[in-house]
């Protein structure tokens, strides 16, 4: 428990941010297994419609400090290659 008035108000920010930042890492995480679950479906109209919708749900969690910019950049890449050899795979 905080015992100073300035530790008070800090503790109250920091459970917001934490709530927000939560809430965008919860999203940005739900938009992923979303684009995993079309990949592995095989869906193929749905990965490629997806997957800007996604790598923009990532680039707006780094904005906002949800994700640290190394990570964001390493999702990314993550789904680019997942996406690219299911593309190549489908011909």
């Given at each position: 428990m905080p015992n100073t008035r300035s530790a008070k108000r800090q503790l109250k920010i920091s459970l917001k941010r934490r709530a927000r930042n939560k809430a965008v890492r919860s999203r940005t995480k739900t938009f992923m297994k979303k684009l995993k679950k079309?990949?592995?479906?095989?869906?193929?109209?749905?990965?490629?419609?997806?997957?800007?919708?996604?790598?923009?749900?990532?680039?707006?969690a780094v904005k906002k400090g949800a994700f640290h910019e190394n990570k964001g950049n390493r999702y990314k890449s993550k789904l680019s290659k997942l996406l690219n050899a299911f593309l190549k795979a489908q011909g």
């Open positions: 079309a990949i592995e479906a095989g869906d193929k109209d749905a990965a490629v419609a997806l997957y800007p919708r996604v790598m923009g749900e990532i680039d707006r």
